[in-house]
C-alpha cells in the first residue's frame, strides 16, 4: 500500500510540472496566432484550424495506418541507434585508445547531412520503409554515442576505486558507481535521438516517397493543401511530444530518484 501510494504521490508531482512546459506552448500557440493574424489562412491557418483539421485527419482510417507506419519505423530506427550508440559509447569511454579512435569516426558520420544518407539509402535499398529506418539510425547514432562517452568518461574514478578496494566486482561498480552518473548523460542524449528520429523518418518517407505520415505530407504538398500539411507537422510534433514527456521522462524521473536526497524538501543530512 505504501509502494502503491509513493507512486501516487511521484505521478501527481510529475504531471503538475507539467504546468510550466504547457505555458510555454500556448506562448507558442499564441505567436502561432499573430502570425496568422499578419498573414491570413492561405499562408498560415490558425491553431485553431488546424486542430480542426487534426481531429478530421484522426477520423481517417488511412492517416491512422500511416501515422502506425511512421512510429513503427521510428521507433526501429530510436532503438537500434540507442541501443548501438549507447553500447558503442560506454566501451570507449573506458578505452581511451578508443576514444580517440572513434570520436573522429562518430564526427565524420555526424558531418554528413540526412539528406545525402536519404539519397544513399534510396540507391541501397529502394523507396521502401528501410530507407527511413537506416537513416534514423545513421543520423541519430553518434547523438547517443556522445552521450555513452561523456557519461562515463566524466565518471568519479576516486569514487569507483574506492568501490573496488570494498571488493566490488566490475558490474557491480558499474550499476552501483558509474550509472548513476551515466543516466544524466544518457536521457539528454536519447531525448534528442527521439525527437531527430521522427523528424528524419518523415523527412525520409517524404522524399522517398514510402508511405507514412511523409507521403502524406507529400500528397497534400502537392496539392497545396496547407491546412493538412499543417495538421500533419502538429501531428509529428504531438508524437514526439508523446515520446518525450510520456516514454522517456517519466522513466528518467523514476530511475533520478536519489537526487531526491539532494533537495531542500528531501532527506536532511
Not at 505530407?217 to 496547407?226: G, K, Q, T, V, Y
Amino acid at each position: 500500500m505504501a509502494s502503491i501510494l509513493a507512486f501516487l504521490g511521484w505521478l501527481g508531482r510529475y504531471l503538475w510540472s507539467g504546468w510550466a512546459g504547457a505555458a510555454g506552448l500556448f506562448c507558442l500557440a499564441a505567436a502561432w496566432q499573430a502570425g496568422h493574424e499578419i498573414y491570413g489562412s492561405f499562408v498560415l491557418p490558425s491553431p485553431l484550424e488546424t486542430g480542426q483539421e487534426v481531429a478530421r485527419l484522426i477520423g481517417e482510417p488511412d492517416f491512422r495506418v500511416a501515422a502506425l507506419e511512421t512510429a513503427q519505423r521510428a521507433g526501429l530506427g530510436f532503438l537500434l541507434s540507442v541501443a548501438i550508440g549507447t553500447s558503442a559509447g560506454i566501451a570507449a569511454g573506458y578505452s581511451f585508445a578508443a576514444m580517440r579512435l572513434m570520436r573522429p569516426v562518430v564526427t565524420v558520420i555526424l558531418g554528413v547531412p540526412p539528406i545525402a544518407w536519404i539519397v544513399l539509402a534510396l540507391i541501397w535499398f529502394g523507396a521502401k520503409g528501410g530507407t527511413a529506418v537506416l537513416t534514423v539510425v545513421v543520423a541519430s547514432l553518434p547523438i547517443s554515442f556522445a552521450g555513452g562517452l561523456e557519461g562515463v568518461a566524466t565518471r568519479d574514478r576516486a569514487l569507483e576505486a574506492m568501490a573496488k578496494s570494498f571488493g566490488a566486482g566490475r558490474f557491480m561498480r558499474l550499476r552501483t558507481v558509474t550509472a548513476p552518473h551515466l543516466v544524466s548523460y544518457l536521457f539528454p542524449a536519447w531525448t534528442t535521438t527521439a525527437g531527430s528520429a521522427w523528424k528524419v523518418t518523415v523527412m525520409a518517407e517524404l522524399l522517398s516517397n514510402a508511405g507514412g505520415l511523409g507521403g502524406d505530407l507529400a500528397s497534400a504538398r502537392a496539392l497545396f493543401d496547407i491546412p493538412r500539411v499543417t495538421a500533419l507537422v502538429l501531428a509529428v510534433v504531438g508524437f514526439a511530444l508523446f515520446t518525450e514527456y510520456v516514454l522517456i521522462q517519466p522513466l528518467r524521473d523514476r530511475l533520478e530518484q536519489w537526487r531526491e536526497a539532494g533537495r531542500p524538501w528531501g532527506v536532511k543530512r
